[in-house]
């Protein structure tokens, strides 16, 4: 039986016995430390800070789970932060199993489990945020910062360097592969902590990489390596579309053996690919080809890694992600371009950018040696191509015409492969920040603000010029907060304190939602549009939510693509000239619902509450647009053509869930948003259960296996009975949506047994229109009978439906403008087969007047 960590390193163990207890500990699991782990933890063990700048595989990772028990041994405070949540949680769990539950919280942003815990992984900010409210009083013994180079990025790095400065009293384990120059940065350290700081760096790794400029076309270069044994190979693309692109063209070439796709076949199972993009994803991965990056689902970023680990990938294509703490297994890394756009243009790699995503080859324990192959421009491969066929003869040499770069393409050549390949990351450039969350946060505090606020924009990492620009900032922040009435100066003392009490995690969970429950309360749900129950009100309080999220950019830009196209056709068959009509698109936009509506409230808020204006407002509408639609996931996601973002669609529904989940009080919930919230819960866990699970699973993690298996299914969608009634609403009121447009091929399409064509027919000699608004979509227009599904005598989980191979029958009143209702869609629901598709399957049978 293996010697537990806590034992090996016991709680008031001095630095002898934590050193020797780890080494026994990571022994016992055969681990031998490598020389640079071994003077990290020594470091440690004897209370100085570190920082930890070795190549990728040289076990950074280790190394933390050493400075976490030297402080639980030492009765110390530990947080270990990363700067993606993916990468914390991953990090909770991993943790979790080496020091227990009880031992370990987590705290994100948007969900904390066990926060009190002795060791607790977070994001940046939120220790950014907790040191500024609590400066040196923090209970922070230790801090173990994971990808420290984000201290230099432009709009995060303020959270990199506010603990650096506000923490005196804890240890700082500072790691990443990239660092460059940190003297400056260790001096400073040592200067605030009274710590000596240790620089452990030009370590070489225990995986050494060979570095090669191709000039063979790509397909060409990947068939070698797989010949060569040089296999997985990571081919990065800049691009998600480029990523796919080329899964496309090696899928072409074997990859895999007859024998090897069998083997990718059984462990595929019965995993379910549901989406349009998923499906193409399974022809890949059976053909040996994986497809890796942030806008896929992560459960199908979560086959792909797990089949990579089986080795049963050969080639792997996708984006630069890989750079960041992605668990995928390679032992090639190809590089398809040395230049890339960065959000404002298209530049050359950094050497961090390049060294980060080199140093994703070669595996520790795998492999020997890691190979990095860089490929050159397109324009280079032709030329080099002609050469090759030109052989040694001169005249055909001659002939030759080389063919230059393209027009404002960002140029690269090996002499640029050379020079990032010799070079050292380049400096961090420090980013500090200051808003008036900051500020707030740190006159809560307490105590000299003014001497407080005046250490934090003068003592800090920037230069001269920058630190002027922050007092400048910081006393305009000031003054707009005293005259909002948020601080107050006592006359006679001086001290400055504020009026209004805070929260305790202000500024670490959604930070306009104070603001969403101002705006909810303007709300009635018994004078909302339509009347009461009729779901204006669920959807206005989903709309007044979705205004505090981030923007799934995606989405909206194809929403506005989608709404101009609708305009331009409409404008045409007006007559519009097009100069007039080219004017007037510029005003149409993605739908914004309840736009005037928050915007007033938010001018009103900011008023009394101006550090809101940190944080931008942004109406949208994303969930509302589904329900409204009753569009399921990949009706969505094929609606606007979003199959390269589905991963980022379904976080934003993810993130919206759990907001609306946690921010609408008890008094604010109706009938109809509890069906709303029900149901966008269990579109989301049926798409991807990992997204609605995981918060669920961190409360009673269990032990991970000890070989990765495919994810799992998702729950039955019959479990959720309220979710599975709303799914079967949203069937009906499609076809009410449709029937009203009067598309006969699409009904048709969807019910061949009903004669859709004929009952409209029927109808719209009667009436002139088939009502679609809030009262048509009513569940009291829903008639649902569960008699034959009850008859078959199959037993139901707690609130959830039965399963048997039973149907409901259901009815679905037409709301015509008599008011006469008395034309009825009429149907089954298909309850095995809506188990087995994750979705309500419903069949209509007949449209028929009473």
């Known amino acids: 039986m293996p010697v537990s960590l806590l034992d090996a390193v016991p709680r008031g163990a001095d630095d002898d016995t934590a050193y020797l207890g780890f080494v026994e500990w990571a022994q016992d699991r055969g681990l031998t430390l490598y020389p640079a782990q071994d003077e990290a933890v020594i470091e440690i063990v004897s209370g100085s800070n570190v920082v930890l700048s070795t190549p990728t595989g040289t076990g950074k990772s280790l190394v933390a789970v050493a ?135 030009g370590v070489e790794r225990p995986v050494p990489l060979s570095f090669s400029y191709s000039r063979t076309p790509i397909h060409e270069t990947v068939e070698e390596l797989l010949v060569t044994g040089q296999s997985p190979v990571y081919v990065v693309h800049f691009s998600q579309a480029a990523a796919m692109e080329r899964a496309q063209a090696l899928s072409s070439i074997r990859i895999v053996s007859r024998e090897q796709r069998d083997e990718i076949a059984e462990a595929i199972g019965g995993f379910r690919f549901t989406t349009a993009f998923g499906r193409t994803l399974s022809r890949y991965v059976r053909a040996g080809i994986g497809v890796h990056h942030a806008g896929m689902l992560p459960r199908y970023r979560r086959l792909v890694e797990t089949l990579a680990q089986r080795g049963l990938l050969r080639v792997i294509c996708g984006t630069d992600t890989l750079g960041v703490g992605i668990n995928v297994p390679i032992r090639t890394v190809l590089v398809t371009a040395l230049a890339k756009y960065d959000g404002q243009r298209m530049r050359q790699l950094s050497a961090r950018e390049f060294h980060q995503i080199a140093g994703r080859a070669g595996r520790a324990g795998y492999d020997t040696a890691g190979t990095v192959v860089v490929m050159a421009p397109d324009h280079e491969i032709e030329n080099a191509a002609a050469l090759a066929k030109a052989g040694d003869d001169p005249k055909k040499l001659k002939k030759v015409v080389r063919k230059k770069a393209p027009q404002g393409f960002v140029n690269w050549s090996e002499a640029t492969f050379d020079r990032l390949v010799d070079a050292e990351p380049e400096p961090l450039v420090p980013q500090l920040q200051l808003t008036a969350a900051m500020i707030i946060n740190v006159i809560a505090r307490g105590g000299d603000v003014f001497a407080n606020v005046r250490d934090l924009v003068r003592d800090n990492h920037e230069p001269p010029a920058r630190r002027f620009e922050l007092a400048r900032r910081a006393l305009a922040i000031f003054r707009t907060l005293l005259a909002a009435d948020v601080v107050e100066v006592d006359r006679a003392t001086g001290a400055i304190r504020l009026t209004v009490e805070l929260q305790p995690n202000f500024a670490l969970n959604q930070p306009l939602s104070p603001f969403a429950l101002a705006a909810i309360s303007l709300l009635d749900p018994e004078e909302a549009p339509g009347g009461a129950g009729t779901g204006h009100y669920a959807l206005d309080v989903v709309s007044i939510i979705e205004a505090t999220l981030d923007d799934p950019r995606p989405v909206l830009a194809q929403q506005q693509f989608l709404a101009r196209g609708e305009a331009v056709a409409e404008m045409k068959r007006e007559g519009i000239e097009y100069d007039e009509r080219m004017e007037l698109l510029e005003a149409i936009t993605y739908p914004k619902p309840l736009e005037e509506l928050l915007a007033q409230s938010y001018e009103v808020f900011a008023s009394s509450q101006p550090w809101i204006r940190d944080f931008e407002l942004s109406p949208k509408s994303v969930v509302r647009d589904m329900f409204e639609r009753a569009l399921s996931f990949s009706e969505l996601i094929s609606f606007y053509q979003l199959a390269r973002s589905e991963g980022l669609v379904l976080r934003y529904l993810s993130d919206a869930y759990r907001a609306i989940r946690q921010t609408v009080p008890a008094e604010a919930q109706t009938e109809s948003l509890h069906d709303l919230v029900a149901w966008l819960g269990e579109l989301v866990r049926q798409v991807d259960s990992s997204l609605v699970d995981e918060w669920e699973a961190l409360i009673s993690p269990s032990a991970d296996p000890d070989e990765p298996v495919v994810p799992p299914a998702p729950p039955s969608v019959l479990t959720n009975r309220r979710a599975f009634n709303v799914l079967v609403r949203n069937e009906l009121f499609r076809r009410v949506q449709l029937a009203a447009l009067q598309r006969d091929d699409e009904l048709v399409a969807l019910d061949p047994d009903a004669d859709w064509p004929a009952a409209l027919d029927a109808y719209f000699d009667e009436h002139d229109e088939i009502l679609t608004g809030g009262p048509a979509r009513s569940p009291r227009l829903v008639t649902i009978d569960e008699s034959d599904a009850a008859a078959a005598g199959s037993s139901a989980a707690a609130g959830g439906v039965s399963r048997s191979s039973g149907v409901w029958r259901i009815e679905q009143t037409l709301d015509d403008p008599a008011g006469d209702h008395d034309w009825r869609i009429r149907g089954v629901v298909d309850l095995a087969a809506s188990e087995d598709a994750g979705t309500a399957v419903v069949r209509i049978t007949e449209v028929v007047r009473l």
């Open 67 to 201: 400075a976490h028990a030297a402080a639980l041994a030492r009765g110390g405070r530990t947080y270990y932060t990363a700067p993606i949540k993916a990468l914390v949680s991953e990090k909770f769990f991993a943790l979790v199993e080496i020091f227990g539950a009880a031992n370990v919280g987590m705290v994100t942003g948007d969900s904390s489990v066990n926060p009190d815990a002795p060791i607790v992984c977070c994001t940046a900010e939120i220790l950014a945020n907790l040191a500024l409210r609590r400066g040196a009083d923090a209970e922070v013994d230790q801090v173990v910062m994971d990808e420290f180079h984000y201290y230099g990025d432009p709009d995060r790095g303020w959270a990199w360097q506010v603990p650096l400065l506000l923490l005196p009293r804890a240890q700082f384990v500072l790691m990443s592969a990239t660092l460059g120059d940190v003297t400056a940065i260790a001096d400073d350290l040592s200067r605030r902590t009274g710590r000596p700081t240790a620089r452990i760096t």
